[in-house]
């Protein structure tokens, strides 16, 4: 499966957003991705194993608890791919930084006369 395809289920980029602030336990990912989504457990834990079969994931055991976090290791992938288009949206913040200042140091003559 593409990274992006992986990323591209609303589902499975929360539970990422959950796992970028450290690891979780498949249980408290569970309510949080039940509550928010409507799905059920087993729903969840299809979810995380594609996660987990895609590398987005890695899942360690501790007693009767399987404890998961974020392997940063495709998303940097993606991030390299996305480095290709990345010019597009900085030359247009650049653009739009440019006119912000503009437009203060306008105000700021337009207020000393």
């Known amino acids: ?10 589902v499975r980029r929360r ?10 336990a498949a249980g408290e990912i569970g309510a949080v991705v039940q509550e928010e989504f409507g799905i059920s ?3 969840v834990s299809q979810h995380l194993r594609v996660l987990r079969d895609n ?11 399987r404890l998961y976090a974020v392997d940063p ?9 996305l480095d290709r288009y990345r010019h597009f949206w900085t030359q247009r913040l650049d ?3 440019t006119e912000i200042t503009r437009g203060k140091r306008e105000r700021r003559a337009g207020e000393a006369r």
């Not at 499966?1 to 609303?10: N, S």
């Not at 539970?15 to 979780?24: H, K, P, Q, S, V």
């Not at 290791?73 to 791919?81: F, N």
Request: glycine letters at 14%; proline letters at 7%.
């Open 1 to 10: 499966m593409h990274a992006l395809d992986v990323l591209g289920d609303p």
């Open 15 to 24: 539970i990422l957003e959950l796992l970028a602030d450290g690891e979780r």
């Open 41 to 43: 457990q087993p729903g």
């Open 55 to 65: 590398g987005f994931a890695t899942v360690r055991a501790q007693g009767t608890r």
């Open 73 to 81: 290791t495709p998303l940097r992938e993606v991030d390299m791919w």
């Open 95 to 97: 653009a739009l930084g």
